[in-house]
């Protein structure tokens, strides 16, 4: 599968980002897909997920503040980020998970920068 990830950028802590990210390769109906964001010097991790029937995952540390969704006409999910601090400053990787779901990867984009400044 490919993935490609849209929309990061530098937004003012409290505020709104929206990334998108368009998957290819397998039938997108049938794709168990997220996101992950990764800090420097720390390892990937699992931010939101959302599963074929729509059904959603979300890290504790996001919760309330993020939406994930899909569209299945566009091959493309989003997340919503809303209240953003600047610890959500990271590196946000489109991604598939692994055997041990929303702890593996099996693949993933090549990431879109978010910056929140305080």
Do not use: H
Request: hydrophobic residues 35%; aromatic residues 12%; contains cysteine.
């Amino acid at each position: 599968v490919q993935l490609v990830e849209s929309g990061g950028g530098l937004v003012q802590s409290g505020g709104s980002l929206r990334l998108s990210c368009v998957a290819s390769g397998l039938p997108f109906s049938t794709l168990i897909l997220g996101w992950a964001r990764q800090v420097p010097g720390k390892g990937l991790e699992w931010v939101s997920g959302i599963y074929d029937d729509g059904s959603t995952y979300y890290g504790d540390s996001v919760k309330g503040r993020f939406i994930i969704s899909r569209d299945s006409a566009k091959n493309t999910i989003y997340l919503q980020m809303n209240s953003l601090r600047p610890e959500d400053t990271a590196v946000y990787y489109c991604a598939t998970p692994g055997r041990r779901l929303w702890i593996d990867f099996d693949s993933w984009g090549q990431g879109t920068q978010v910056t929140v400044s305080s």
